[in-house]
């Protein structure tokens, strides 16, 4: 499954409307914070379906399902699929300027 990036965020960049090195940085944090939500919602999703023994389980699998959330989750926070990281900026740099 390929996820696709919404044209109007920009990859690792602040919008045009905040050029300074904070708006950057606040935007790559409020982007970090997105991506650990989306991954703690996605262990809480594995957690509800139930395991099979059919193909065996082992702690390299489990490892492997966390390293493959915490990816997917980075993957989704980069497209801007959620908007909560661009939620959160708006917030936080609204109080910046009061």
């Given at each position: 499954?390929?996820?696709?990036?919404?044209p109007?965020?920009l990859?690792?960049?602040?919008?045009?409307?905040?050029?300074?090195?904070?708006?950057?940085?606040?935007?790559?944090?409020?982007?970090?914070?997105?991506?650990?939500?989306?991954?703690?919602?996605?262990?809480?999703?594995?957690?509800?379906?139930?395991?099979?023994?059919?193909?065996?389980?082992?702690?390299?699998?489990?490892?492997?399902?966390?390293?493959?959330?915490?990816?997917?989750?980075?993957?989704?926070?980069?497209?801007?699929?959620?908007?909560?990281?661009?939620?959160?900026?708006?917030?936080?740099?609204?109080?910046?300027?009061?």
């Amino acid at each position: 499954m390929k996820i696709q990036p919404d044209p109007s965020v920009l990859k690792g960049q602040a919008p045009a409307s905040a050029p300074d090195n904070e708006s950057r940085e606040l935007r790559k944090t409020c982007r970090e914070f997105e991506s650990l939500l989306i991954t703690e919602m996605l262990k809480s999703m594995r957690a509800t379906v139930p395991e099979s023994d059919l193909f065996g389980s082992s702690k390299k699998e489990e490892i492997f399902r966390s390293m493959l959330d915490v990816e997917t989750a980075k993957q989704v926070s980069q497209t801007g699929a959620f908007k909560l990281g661009d939620i959160i900026y708006d917030q936080l740099s609204r109080q910046g300027k009061d």
